[in-house]
């Protein structure tokens, strides 16, 4: 039986990677499917910094020719703090930030438990304004730049 939708979206009738309903709330943790395969980690860890610290990365790779031959990539991105995960999520989802014509597909994931809840800083740290940011060329501009010329590199 499939679930009742919500305002992001359809709610998946697998959920093995997404929070159960009822707790959003709880988590920090973005799943993002739909990623191209021919980014590279710096440049999607890279775009989602832009949006606050990162606590984890995790980019889930084709392992098997199957995996490969569905030519789709998905990652988990878990923020320091709920709110840069909501922008993260407002701003990605149903959206082409990489401009490779893949729509991002973003919802909440489960939570992560930090490695170390001693050590409370980021393991990315959110992407600070440079005076070569000027208007119009921002931060997800320049990323979205940087990841197209990364993947002509690995074409």
Known sequence: AAFPSRSRGFIPEKRGSYVDPGQEHLTTNLFVGNLDPDLTETAITRYFSQFGDLHSVKIMWPRTAEDRSRN?????????????????????????????????KVRWGKSV???????????????????????????????????????????
């Open 113 to 155: 438990l930090l490695q170390d809840p001693d050590n409370d800083d980021p393991v990315i740290s959110k992407r600070q304004r440079t005076e070569e940011d000027s208007p119009g060329r921002g931060a997800s501009n320049r990323a979205s730049e940087e990841a197209s010329q990364e993947k002509k590199h690995h074409s």
């Open 72 to 104: 789709r990539v998905s990652g988990f991105f878990c923020y320091k703090f709920r709110r840069d995960a909501s922008d993260a999520m407002d701003a990605c989802s149903d959206t082409d930030p990489f401009r490779v014509g893949r729509r991002l």
